[in-house]
């Protein structure tokens, strides 16, 4: 039974309040080498944009939710480029931070993998624009007047430390946005640690107390839980997820991973994202969601995907989620609706090569139709 018909849900009341999805963080410049060469040798290079917030933004609003993106971002063609970007996808970016032409924008070099060599990225975000887009900067209250979800994700704050500031100006940033939101508006986080910007101590020092005073919905991986606070799921311990000596994980293993999370940082829900990997080109994908009142919902299987590009899958999920979220309420319909919309977006999206989820609201819908009737054929009509 077809459950959730998304191509039917009404956003008209949600049209009607403006951006209702507020996010901010820092786009970059992706260079990918076009001719599949190393980087190091290739002199053709495809440039794209690229950012968990943006992509979640734009994902969101192709799929009919009023989204706005916030970000700090320099005064020349590759600023344009973003702010163009986001218009053509709907994305409202009334409160772009203007710097300097002279200011870098964050980048990132990929040199994608093919079995047994592992994809690999370069960052380039020391003192980028976004990096510097501090307390201040933002009329928060205007900008969050209509919101029903501001996100973040644990990226942005480990920009000061990549950049080695002695201010985390995206901190103070959420902090203060966070005083302005409307009252139910909720916060949303994706923990999304990256090892390539700072160390585990200082990602605690910094998260924990913004998660736990600021944060509703936390979505991370059970890895990330156990590498940073210790956190089990059920039968496996921290150390056996630390050191990959799990199998199958139970449901109620992952219920009683979200109620330990759930009451470590105060949360309404924490959503968990599984992959794993056969290799560079095969994947598996399923997710869960736990609320701190009981309620839960995991994927139905372990879906494959044949990837062209990995990079953004988590944001298309998340992207999915939220639509659950937004539009069914942040009970057990939400939940269930929020999984399967994500699971369908995060594997159309791998799909697709570069960051940004460039896919349509019928094309998760058939995809959520063929999984129910077992057909694994796409069709859109």
């Known amino acids: 039974m077809l459950k ?61 939710i009023p989204a706005a993106y916030i970000t700090r971002v320099p005064d020349n063609p590759y600023g344009w480029m973003l702010r ?13 931070v203007w710097a300097s032409k002279a200011e870098p924008i964050g980048r990132y070099i990929y040199e994608a993998g093919r079995t047994p060599r592992l994809g690999v990225v370069w960052y380039q975000r020391m ?33 000061a430390a990549h950049s080695g500031y002695t201010v985390n100006y995206l901190r103070e940033s959420f902090i203060e946005a966070a005083a302005a939101k409307p ?12 090892a390539t910007l700072w160390g585990e101590e200082e990602c605690r020092a910094v998260i924990t107390p913004l998660i736990t005073d600021h944060v509703d919905v936390l979505i991370t991986t059970i890895y990330d839980m156990a590498r940073h606070y210790g956190i089990g799921c059920g039968r496996y311990t921290a150390r056996q997820i630390n050191e990959g000596d799990i199998e199958d ?25 599984m992959r794993q990997s056969d290799s560079s080109e095969r994947h598996w994908w399923e997710s869960a969601a ?19 590009d990995r990079i953004g899958g988590g944001d298309a999920w998340a992207s ?35 960051d940004l989820p460039l896919i349509t609201k019928a094309e998760v819908q058939a995809l959520i139709q063929a999984d129910v009737l077992g057909s694994g054929n796409l069709t859109v009509r």
């Open 290 to 308: 736990v609320s701190r009142d009981g309620q839960f919902f995991r994927s139905a299987a372990a879906r494959e995907i044949y990837l062209s």
């Open 127 to 159: 003192y980028s624009a976004a990096s510097r887009l501090g307390a201040g900067m933002v009329d928060w209250r205007r900008a969050l007047a209509n919101c029903r979800l501001f996100h973040t994700s644990g990226i942005n704050f480990g920009l």
């Open 4 to 64: 959730f018909d998304i191509t039917r849900d009404d956003l008209s009341g949600l049209a009607e309040r403006g951006a209702v999805f507020v996010t901010f963080g820092e786009t970059m410049v992706r260079d990918t080498p076009a001719d599949m060469q190393r980087p190091e040798t290739t002199r053709l290079v495809y440039i794209t944009l690229a950012g968990s917030e943006f992509s979640i933004a734009t994902l969101l609003s192709r799929l009919g």
């Open 320 to 354: 999915g989620f939220y639509y659950g979220l937004l539009t069914a309420g942040i009970g057990h319909e939400g939940l269930e609706k929020g999984v399967i919309v994500g699971d369908a977006a995060t594997r159309l999206k791998q799909t697709i090569m570069f």
């Open 249 to 273: 994980i139970h449901d109620d293993d992952l219920r009683a991973f979200g109620e330990e999370v759930t009451k470590r940082f105060d949360l309404r829900v924490v959503a968990v994202t």
């Open 84 to 96: 163009d970007t986001a218009r053509a996808n709907g994305v409202n970016v009334e409160h772009f």
């Open 183 to 194: 009252p139910d508006c909720l916060v949303g986080m994706d923990f999304n640690y990256r």
